[in-house]
């Protein structure tokens, strides 16, 4: 962990940038640049950076996990569909080591089967699901609260 506190990346999966612009019913109006000002500013107040990251390819995500070895200290992921399709995504998480919270906007428990299912939180730390842009601000505190929990470890 460097002198200016810990690095965390925040990787939103595919659709995410669509965030406030569809589809509002199901996942609210609060738009993805909305809610990185959010875990900015919050991380900000508990010491930390946060940078943020969204795409739609699957590739790219993994390639984000994979740089994200050298130039973080954890990850706050949201992997959209990828979570419940994404052998490939867990792999990438295995592999770098880091701590990783899953977040969800909706409570993917309360949907389809299909979506209870996630191949990703098995090589996660935790995971929030279920509370908007809210489910982000939780999972940014207990994977800063875990950080600190295991700064000897790292
Ligand atoms: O609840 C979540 O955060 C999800 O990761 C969102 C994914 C969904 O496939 C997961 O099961 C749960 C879908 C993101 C789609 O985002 C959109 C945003 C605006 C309009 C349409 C889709």
Partial sequence: MGE??????????????????????????????????QIATEAQAR???ARSLQSNHEGALIDAIHDARDAADGLLFNPGAFTHTSLALADALRSVGLPCVEVHLSNVHAREPARRVSHVAP???GTVTGFGPTSYLLGL????????AHADAR
Avoid: F, K
Wanted: charged residues 15%; hydrophobic residues 40%.
């Fill in 4 to 37: 200016a506190g810990p690095r965390i990346l925040v990787l939103h999966g595919p659709n995410l940038n669509l965030l406030g612009v569809r589809e509002p019913e199901v996942y609210g109006t609060t738009t993805l640049a909305e809610i990185d000002a």
């Fill in 141 to 148: 505190r207990g994977l800063l609260d875990y950080l600190s």
């Fill in 123 to 125: 090589a996660c730390v």
């Fill in 47 to 49: 010491g930390a950076t």
